[in-house]
């Protein structure tokens, strides 16, 4: 047994780190966090100083007995997680769990997984900072607090299966007050003025008027004054600019830039990041600081001096502006200057060349610009054209690197041809063309962490796992908003002759930006009615200040617990008791037939019509909202509609025929068969001509292309794109495929490449007794037995697992447990105090030794 243990959080950390450290040193992980707040009870004594019970997961008891056994042996354990808050809690909970000696345990970090930084680390050891693990358990028993009784509130009055946080709850807010200020928006037209010239040489260039028109009378009347009207350059102003780079990478702004570049979802972005930190490549990807080290920015400039030349050196320091930023931390940068690229998967070797191209042009030379400002004017009146341009100089850190921007309106200057002062200029034409002021947009998942990060909510590691839980929960969607087509005029004076032409544009359309489901803006109206201080922007961002206070010790968790909880629980026992539960209900009108009110309201299974109450003597009547109505928006006639669906409109081949509106738009139903309709097209208008005209495409589209291996092949396209289906197995058929053109060798390369993949898949076949073991995502796998599917903590060797072995875990994980008593579970205003004697910890609350 080796005389040092080293304890990482993850395997591919253990991994590198093993490289760097000789055979007296073994590297274990722990598999991220190793105890925590138990999932079925509070687990924070609330009657008392807010101690956590922290328990070890049942996934994880495997985990801290080998980690046990290996530190008994060993002579110095070095606890070396993560530098931030929740790498500190890892830490500490390793330190309490393993009943680690004082004398015999170092805790270590580094901001890189290099050779030099670890060996660094070693020889500048530290004790465990408890004031960066308090400020961990102050945000994870505030979050637990909030969630686990706000959420019980909603199910209440609301809708059962709801959640509520903290930071996910202020998300969305943000999200659906957006999506509000862009659907009460009203337009703005006005007439904007472009005009084409050449000069005495010929080479054309644009220019336009610097304010719109208000009417289009106005504009019109503009147009006529340049009939016959004779223009010159009257001003030239060219002066030198420059643009300076942007600082390195922060989480923030890796975010950003990598959803600009790359397209990469905020989650995708951290988990390629964490790869390349993890495999030494990158430092450490949770930070909000663009500081580099002395040793960095030296290794910058040599390197830009090796690939550049001298002119492009200037070596700089950054100052970051987000609140709270942790100035002694780095910004995200490449540990080694030298590679221009890493030898990994496509998508890390991608945002690991972005992390380089930010990095190094943060030190390099400003690129230097000349701008040109034209002015034109006309003999017969006294409004003036304008044209800029600019020519790049010195290109300086643009050689490498340009930062991207959210701004959709921006526009590029580009160059102008060399002019003079009264050179006399040819008009080609001007156009007037009626254009509208634009709403907000919509937040993309970039722009929110952007938005949270400038209201100073949230911090580095909780961006991700934020944006991700609103998503899961059904609060917020990528939306893919179709828009309205909208008229437009467009006014064009050519040859001493104006004309006019009606042209239309399609506003309002989006995709991939977050947009509130109708379960997310009303839990959000509820919370904001009830809860408004939680939500409350200011509130948010004072509480992460307490957060960065607790880290430097200047202010006590616990009291921070107690004066948030003294205010807190009594107003959520006040609204569970008082609240009305129909939130987010509209009364449409009556019923004609029966009278009974029409509303239309948030149900079980999403947003509903309902004639009638539940205190009515007979039951009251459903309908489900089409995928494009919402909430806020359905009118009576539309609800009313909706209960003429399902409709049966004729019979084909012996079986029923009706339309009607489903989860995911409306259909044609034929037996068993569905075939969706157009997007925009109303169910109520479809006759049995047109369902035939749906039916008969369906089954062309669904008869066999080809037969492989005594089985049929058809084709289709589902909600994730073009597929085969062989042999009850569907394939998805990637771009390399000219689908609509699919050759028998292309068929049969697809099904061959799925049948190998299905096998290569399957660890453990017991067909006798209909057990299988299966690899599965992120190194894990699963047990699969009929329609019971278990999944395997990575922890476990799948391959070495025995059939007796995978029949006692499928046992263990079937047995029926005794049903619980609904009444307890629901009741939100229930706290029981924490038996100490139920806490596996020695210590809950971590004290200075």
């Known amino acids: ?32 966090h190793i105890a925590d707040l138990p999932t079925k009870e509070l687990g924070v004594d609330t009657e008392g100083d807010f101690t956590p019970k922290y328990i070890v997961s049942k996934d994880k008891k495997d985990v801290v007995s080998k980690l046990k056994r290996q530190a008994k042996g060993a002579e110095m354990v070095w606890l070396a997680s993560d530098e931030d808050r929740e790498g500190e809690a890892i830490a500490w909970h390793l330190a309490e769990e393993l009943h680690l000696d004082k004398d015999k345990t170092k805790r270590i970090v580094f901001h890189e997984i290099t050779k030099s930084a670890i060996l660094k680390a070693i020889e500048n050891p530290r004790d465990i900072n ?23 509130v909603l199910w209440r009055k609301v809708k059962g299966g709801l959640s509520a946080g903290r ?62 009207a004779n223009f010159k350059v009257t001003d030239l102003a060219t002066k030198p600019a420059k643009k300076s780079p942007a600082p390195p990478f922060t989480t923030s702004t890796l975010q950003q830039e990598a959803s600009r570049k790359l397209y990469f979802s905020v989650s995708k972005t951290m988990t390629m990041a964490q790869r390349l930190y993890e495999a030494g490549h990158i430092t450490y990807m949770r930070t909000d600081s663009v500081n580099l080290s002395d040793d960095a920015r030296k290794g910058a400039k040599d390197e830009i001096l090796k690939a550049y030349g001298d002119k492009y050196a200037k070596s700089r320091q950054f100052k970051g502006k987000a609140k709270g930023a942790q100035e002694a931390h780095e910004a995200i940068r490449p540990t080694n200057f030298e590679n221009h690229t890493v030898n990994a998967d496509r998508d890390e070797q991608r945002l690991y060349e972005l992390i380089w191209k930010r990095a190094i042009a943060s030190q390099m030379s400003d690129a230097q610009l000349e701008r040109t400002n034209v002015k034109i004017e006309a003999n017969n009146h006294d409004k003036q054209f304008t044209a800029n341009g600019e020519v790049l100089k010195f290109d300086g850190f643009l050689k490498v690197y340009l930062e991207g921007s959210d701004d959709e309106e921006e526009e590029q200057e580009g160059m102008l041809p060399a002019l003079r002062v009264n050179e006399a200029l040819e008009n080609k034409y001007i156009t007037a063309t009626e254009r509208f002021t634009r709403p907000p947009y919509r937040y993309t998942e970039a722009s929110l962490v952007k938005k949270l990060e400038e209201l100073g909510i949230g911090r580095p590691s909780t961006y991700a796992p934020t944006i991700s839980t609103i998503q899961n929960r059904n609060y917020i969607e990528k939306g893919s908003v179709d828009g309205i087509e909208r008229k437009y005029a467009q006014l064009t004076l050519k040859k001493d002759k104006v004309s006019e032409k009606a042209l239309t544009e399609t506003v309002g359309s989006d995709k991939g930006k977050l947009v509130p489901t109708a379960v997310g803006q009303v839990v959000n109206d509820f919370l904001v009615m009830h809860f408004a201080n939680i939500l409350d922007y200011n509130f948010t961002a004072k509480v992460e200040q307490s957060f960065d206070d607790i880290a430097e010790g200047n202010e006590e968790w616990t009291k921070m617990m107690k004066d948030f909880y003294s205010d807190f629980h009594p107003q959520v026992l006040d609204v569970a008791k008082n609240a009305e539960r129909e939130v987010g209900e509209r009364i449409l009108g009556e019923d004609p037939e029966t009278g009974k009110p029409v509303s239309v309201r948030l149900g079980k299974f999403g947003p509903m019509v ?40 004729g019979e084909w081949e012996g079986e029923k025929v009706e339309v009607n509106n489903g989860r995911f ?33 369906k089954e062309k589209a669904d008869a066999p292309i080809y037969e492989f291996d005594g089985k049929p092949v058809q084709k289709g396209v589902g909600r994730f794109g073009p597929y085969l289906k062989w042999n009850s197995i ?10 609509d053109n699919l050759s028998d060798t292309d068929i049969e390369e697809l099904i061959e490449d799925k049948i190998r993949k299905e096998k290569e898949k399957v660890l453990h076949n017991w067909e006798e007794e209909g057990i299988r073991v299966e690899k599965a995502r992120w190194g894990r796998s699963n047990i699969i037995k009929g329609k019971t599917k278990i999944e395997l903590p990575k922890t476990v060797d799948a391959t070495k697992l025995t059939l007796g072995e995978v029949q006692d875990i499928l046992e263990k994980n079937t047995k029926k447990k005794p049903a619980k008593k609904k009444t307890a579970a629901k009741k939100p205003a229930a706290k029981k105090k924490t038996p100490a004697k139920k806490t596996t910890s020695k210590k809950t609350t971590p004290k200075k030794k």
């Open 610 to 649: 309902q004639i009638g109450s539940v205190e009515d003597d007979e039951k009251p009547r459903f309908a489900g909202l089409s995928p494009d109505q919402t909430l806020d928006s359905i009118t009576y006639e539309e609800a009313m509609d909706l209960f003429q669906l399902p409709k049966e409109i």
């Open 730 to 739: 569907f394939i998805n058929v990637n771009k390399k495929y000219d689908f």
């Open 167 to 228: 930071v996910q709850s202020v998300s969305v807010r943000l999200i659906v007050e957006r999506e509000r200020e862009i659907q009460d928006f009203v337009s703005d037209a006005s007439f904007r003025i472009d005009a084409e010239f050449t000069n005495e040489e010929g080479k054309s260039f644009k220019a336009k008027l610097p304010k719109n028109f208000d009417t289009k009378e106005e504009a019109e009347k503009f147009l006529q004054q340049n009939i016959g």
């Open 130 to 152: 408890y004031n960066l693990v308090n400020a961990q358990q102050a945000r994870r028993v505030l979050d637990r607090l909030v969630g686990y009784e706000l959420s019980p």
């Open 1 to 32: 047994m080796a005389k040092n243990l080293v304890i990482v959080e993850s395997p591919a950390k253990a991994k590198t780190i093993e490289k760097f450290l000789g055979k007296d040193y073994t590297v274990m992980s722990s598999f991220g």
């Open 665 to 697: 738009g409306p259909y044609v139903r034929y037996g068993k068969k569905y075939v969706s309709l157009d997007k925009g097209e109303d169910p109520l208008s479809v006759d049995f001509e047109r369902a035939l005209e749906l039916i008969e495409a």
